[in-house]
Every structure is written in C-alpha cells, then in structure tokens.
C-alpha cells in the first residue's frame, strides 16, 4: 500500500470569490471619491473606462456611496452630477493677543475635530496650522483670526484668515520692494521673515509643499502652489478687503511624510534648509522680457542663503545677455558656495545661459585680435 507524500506542497485554497468581489468594490469607490471632484458630470463614464466596466455597474457604486452619505447628487438622471458630501463642517474665531497659543488651539480643538486620521496626515497638519497660526498671530497686525474647517470622504480643506495687514504687503514694506507681486517671488524661495529674531522664514515655504494645495489670497494678489505641478501662479484680481486668507486641502489618504518633504530641501547631517526652487517665470510680470540687470538682482536676492539653488526656467521663452550674464557669471563668481542649477529651460534660453557661462575671450595673435571661446561646451 503507498501512502501518500506529505512533504508535498498542497496547493493554496484560491480566495473566496466573496472577498475578491468585495475588494474590488472598494478600489472602485475609492477611486470614484478621490476623482469625482474633476469629473463631476461625466464620472460614471470615466469609472466605466478605468476599470472597463459598464456604466451600468459604475452607476451601481455611485449610488453605494450616495446612501452611505459620502456623494450628493444634484440634477435629474440625464444631467445627474455628484459632488462629495461633507463629513464635517466647523468653524470657530480667535483673538489676537499675546497670550495665543497655537499649540494650544491645535490639541484642544483643531486635533479633536480632525479626528482619526492617519498620522503622517495628522503630522502635517499639525505643522502647517500651527505656523500658519502663529503667523497671522505675530505678523498680521489683526485683531482676530478665523479658522474654518470642511471635510469630506477624500480630504480635508482649512481656510484660516486674519483681519490684519495682508501678507504681501507687510513684506512688500519690510524688505521696500516696489510691487506687492515681487514678496511671491520672495516667499517661493523661502527662509523669508519679517521678524529674523523670532522666525525662521521656512514656515510658509514648507507648509506650502506639503499639502496638495496651497493658495494665499491677500488684497489685489492672488498665489497658488499645487503639490506635483512644478509651477506657481500670481493672479492679480481686484482688491478684495485687507487681511490675509489662506486655504490648505490635503488628502485624507495621503502616504506624504513631513519628513520626505524636508528631506527633499536639505543636505548633509545637520539637515539644514539649504536647497530650494525658484521659478524664474515669477520674476516676469505681463508682458515684461527678462532681459535687464535689475530683474536678474530682484531673482537672485537671498539665495546666497542656500546652498543649491535650483532656477526653474519653465514658461519663460527667452532671456536677456545683460540677465543671464548677472546670474551665472556675476553672480556664480562673486558666490562659489551657492549652486545655480537652471533646469527646464528651452533652446534659446540655454543658449544665453551657456554664453553667460563660458564667455567669449578675446585672443591675440599674429594677425591680430581674434575672438575664440574660453571653454567648450
């Protein structure tokens, strides 16, 4: 008689058809809750297409998700939309005095009203209201801030705004820059602050590269960063009142770190602020060339500061000799220490950036003066 060999490997049990169903049901929602938002007209059509399913099938999750009050649908079927439900909405006001405390606000309240969210989403929301805070208590000249809360089932937006100054103007005067559109300039670059004693200047630059969205609406100006675009925006409006707004929105889901994001702007062991982006295309306003001395100084402030210095050339199609000839020679020469990185720049651009780079040098010889390069490309 031959028993049988135990030492075989038997094969896995395949999992239950129940589970695999289920799992899929909840890729497909979540998908729904994190796109819903940009397809709010047609996002059955774009479920059907992802997940190459009917629309019939979408629809199905679409109204799972109705009834568990995570969408609102607004319309009659044919021109049905849906929009995500809030979860939550709460809002409370806080004099300015010198007794406020943003730690304080954030674990009495803000924390409690964020609730159970992951930690690393927690940990960046702790650092960018708590600065942000802290900054309108210190800097606006207000007397009150306002903070506002709105959370659905994919993320969570803040709006925290102050009665003060305005942002742009308070920096506009400190540093005497002669348009409230150069302190953006300022504030991409970072390691920027009224009060050196007190502050850093990183708070605002962080906070704004670790959310998915970023915008500060403050008198006639308007800035926006988005997180993963590599562009920021001015956009000048009419004045609305004074004070300061901003508005935060980060996903509920997020796998960002505070730590990666910091990481990613600082260099060697003692981790210190010494990288940073600037986009030269801010430096441009309307219909304004790049092409004098001036403008290359008003880019180049405070970047002495840091170590590398990363100049993102998208958007601008082309640059002035006496422009490019400030920043990578003059200024490259006078500042060993400080990296000038320019990236995303066209083939105009490199052109000017690589004569500013390796200059002619006038050679003599017998015949006479005849220029040849310095240095090859």
């Known amino acids: 008689m031959e028993f049988p060999d135990d030492s075989k490997e038997l094969p896995l049990s395949p999992k239950p058809r129940r589970t695999r169903v289920r799992a899929r049901g909840e890729e497909i929602r979540t998908f729904i809750l994190l796109n819903v938002e940009k397809h709010t007209a047609n996002i059955a059509s774009v479920v059907a297409s992802h997940f190459s399913i009917t629309r019939q099938a979408a629809n199905k999750h ?31 006001f806080y004099p300015i005095s010198h007794e406020s405390d943003e730690d304080r606000v954030w674990t009495r309240e803000i924390a409690p009203v964020l609730g159970n969210l992951p930690r690393n ?14 900054n309108a208590v210190d800097h606006s000249g207000g007397t009150m801030i306002h903070v506002q809360i709105g959370k659905t089932a994919a993320n969570t937006q ?87 707004s901003v508005f935060m ?13 910091f990481d990613q702007y600082s260099s060697g062991a003692d981790y210190g602020f010494t990288k940073t982006v600037v986009p030269v295309r801010l430096a441009q306003y309307g219909e304004d060339k790049l092409i004098s001395r001036s403008q290359a100084k008003r880019l180049l402030a405070r970047i002495d500061l840091f170590r590398s210095v990363i100049l993102d050339f998208r958007g601008v199609e082309s640059i002035g000799q006496a422009f490019a000839d400030e920043i990578f020679r003059v200024f490259a020469g006078a500042h060993p220490t400080t990296e000038l990185i320019p990236t995303n720049a066209n083939t105009d651009v490199q052109g000017m950036i690589a004569a500013a780079m390796f200059p002619v040098v006038p050679q003599v010889t017998n015949e006479g003066t005849e220029p040849e390069p310095s240095q090859s490309l």
């Not at 403050?218 to 956009?235: A, K, L, N, P, Y």
């Open 62 to 92: 679409l109204h799972k998700l109705v009834e568990e009050n995570a969408l609102v649908p607004e319309g009659k079927t044919r021109y049905r939309r849906y929009k995500l439900a809030a979860l939550l909405e709460w809002r409370s």
């Open 121 to 134: 989403v927690l940990d960046i929301w702790h650092f960018c209201i708590t600065e942000m805070f802290n």
């Open 158 to 244: 803040i709006l925290l705004d102050d009665n003060g100054i305005g942002i742009f103007r308070k920096i506009q005067s400190a540093l005497g820059l002669t348009d409230e559109r150069h302190a953006i300039l300022e504030l991409t670059k970072g390691k920027l602050t009224t009060d050196p004693s007190g502050h850093t200047g990183q708070g605002i630059f962080f906070t704004s590269r670790l959310l998915d969205s970023f915008d500060i609406l403050s008198g006639g100006v308007f800035f926006t960063h988005t997180f993963g675009r590599d562009e920021d925006w001015i956009i000048e409006r009419p004045k609305s009142s004074d004070g300061t």
């Open 249 to 261: 929105k980060l996903n509920n889901h997020s796998s960002r770190t505070d730590k990666q994001v």
